[in-house]
């Protein structure tokens, strides 16, 4: 039963090596008919990523079709993504892991979900495994508009390592390597950068990243347990005003506050393990992460201290700093039987995450010296989530997917204004819902209905006065609620191409977001999206691929 065989193929596949017997697929793409529960769901394979360069780490998540990712403030701060009619910022609403490890940073000193990539080393990443929408139990936080599960390699080939030299200063160092070590086998990487950029006010970026992992596979037990370490520092060249330009006052490649940038660190070390059963598998990650960020900016430049007031010294920069130690565990047991003679396959998880950010800051300051505090904190937020999952295979031609998650959130902040120091907890439930009908001459038809969430800044959640005006303010709601729906057909009617459209729609209940940059909370209202996606992949020739990716999408406020 195809059924059977492609949850057991997605169980088995997220870590090649780590995660059950090792799956060989000699494809780009593991997308065919049969394969996935919605036809906006996919999976990039290595050879892929192999033969597709990527100029930036974030830039691996432009595989999924209809990320956009940019750059701005230096290649040392995360990018901004775009998807289905969100700008997402810096993740949020686009949940992002690493081999079973968050990416996405909740109640971030920068923004919410802030999901920096730039650890990433793309020569390492086996598989990539996209969702998009809701409708998945199995994703929760940062999830509304979609989610990326990224998985390094446990082994290679064959040792190497590569020298790049470009203009602008732009060098990379990267060497990387495995070999056998007693029953298992270790792979080690290292990676050095250097870039100034085009910019008038060289961008001094330098970073040094490390990878070291172990991995075995014993018997009915895969395991694999993985160190990593990075650091980066960077002065940056932010946005100017077009009128500054065209009027000479700058040059277009110029900075108005040449003190501007940050440094930036995390240090990893997780754990994946799978036991691999006769009805299924059991699966755990457990991760701990140390993370730290001082970010300088300067977007209005004198706005705040103009000139004509007599402060043409200080300036609008600002600093946004944080301490975190962030640990999580998650277990997942999936088995698959029958209902009656119908085959089916079960899954139930638990999904636990800590975290402590300790300093959490904001202040003013002048060329990175601190000018005036604007808020002090230390949060601790804590979640759990519980889901389950129910297929059925009906029919050879009817699918049914009927999932739902449990999410309890605590949030514990403890600020310099004890007006805005306070404890909140929350909780939401989640439905999903799929069928899936076919396949008829290769061509299979997706409905899918679920409702996801994500968390607000736990400062909003307690604060009752505005750092910036001292005015008395509400307190936002933890966890906004999202709906979303979706109807799609992928097929494989022409040989070697694989194709699928899909139409969906999407509920906020709010768009409101803590800005980081002022301290305090953004009011805004609920949001309906709407889009439609075609993609395209086509293999014409063993030595020629085409891709074709098309998305177009309306997002509006619903109310006034």
Do not use: C
Request: proline share 4%; net charge negative.
């Amino acid at each position: 039963m195809f059924w059977e065989a492609a949850e057991i193929h997605a169980q088995q596949g997220g870590a090649d090596a780590v995660r059950g017997d090792a799956i060989v697929v000699e494809g780009h793409h593991d997308n065919a008919v049969g394969t996935t529960d919605a036809a906006s769901q996919g999976t990039i394979t290595q050879k892929l990523i192999e033969e597709r360069p990527a100029l930036r780490p974030g830039e691996v998540l432009e595989f999924v079709p209809g990320v956009i990712v940019t750059q701005h403030s230096g290649d040392g701060k995360a990018n901004q993504y775009f998807l289905r009619g969100f700008n997402l910022d810096h993740g949020t609403d686009f949940a992002t892991f690493l081999d079973g490890v968050p990416v996405n940073m909740r109640s971030h000193a920068h923004g919410q979900g802030y999901t920096d990539l730039n650890f990433l080393i793309p020569e390492l990443v086996s598989r990539i495994d996209y969702r998009k929408g809701p409708y998945f139990a199995e994703d929760g936080d940062f999830a509304n508009a979609g989610s990326a599960r990224i998985r390094y390699a446990s082994t290679l080939k064959e040792p190497f390592a590569s020298a790049t030299v470009g203009g602008h200063g732009y060098q990379r160092l990267l060497t990387a390597g495995s070999t056998g070590l007693g029953e298992g086998q270790v792979l080690g990487a290292l990676e050095l950068g250097h870039n100034n950029g085009p910019w008038q006010v060289p961008e001094g970026f330098n970073k040094v990243n490390g990878v070291l992992r172990w991995s075995t596979n014993r018997g009915q037990d895969s395991f694999a347990l993985t160190g990593m370490v990075y650091a980066a520092k960077w002065t940056a060249t932010d946005q100017i005003p077009a009128r500054a330009v065209s009027q000479g006052l700058v040059d277009r490649f110029g900075s108005l506050d040449p003190s501007d940038g940050g440094t930036t660190g995390r240090s990893s070390l997780s754990l994946n393990w799978t036991r691999s059963l006769a009805d299924g598998a059991f699966n755990v990650d457990a991760y701990v992460v140390r993370s730290r960020l001082d970010l300088f900016n300067n977007f209005t430049f004198q706005l705040n201290h103009p000139f004509d007031l007599g402060d043409p010294i200080n300036g609008d920069q600002f600093h946004q700093f944080e301490r975190r130690t962030m640990t999580g565990f998650s277990a997942m047991r999936t088995w698959v039987g029958t209902l009656g003679e119908a085959p089916m396959t079960n899954k139930v998880g638990l999904q636990t995450r800590y975290d402590k950010v300790d300093p959490l800051g904001l202040e003013a300051t002048v060329a990175r010296v601190p000018a005036a505090p604007v808020r002090l904190d230390a949060v601790n937020e804590a979640s759990a989530g519980l889901f389950a999952e129910n297929a059925v295979q009906w029919t050879p031609w009817l699918r049914s997917i009927v999932g739902a998650r449990f999410d309890e959130y605590s949030f514990k902040v403890r600020s310099d204004n004890a007006a805005n120091s306070g404890d909140v907890g929350a909780n939401i439930v989640s439905p999903k819902l799929g069928l899936v009908l076919g396949p008829w001459a290769k061509t299979e038809i997706f409905l899918n209905y679920g409702e996801g969430f994500h968390s607000n800044d736990a400062r909003g959640t307690v604060t009752h006065v505005s750092p910036q005006t001292g005015a008395a303010v509400d307190p936002v709601t933890p966890l906004v609620k999202s709906k979303g729906q979706e109807i799609g057909v992928k097929t494989n009617i022409v040989p070697g191409l694989t194709s699928s459209v899909a139409i969906w729609q999407l509920r906020l209940a709010s768009e409101l977001v803590f800005s980081g940059d002022a301290g305090d909370t953004q009011a805004s209202r609920a949001s309906l999206r709407q889009g439609v996606e075609w993609s395209n992949h086509w293999i014409v020739k063993p030595w020629l691929l085409l891709d074709l990716d098309l998305s177009a999408s309306r997002a509006r406020f619903t109310q006034d």
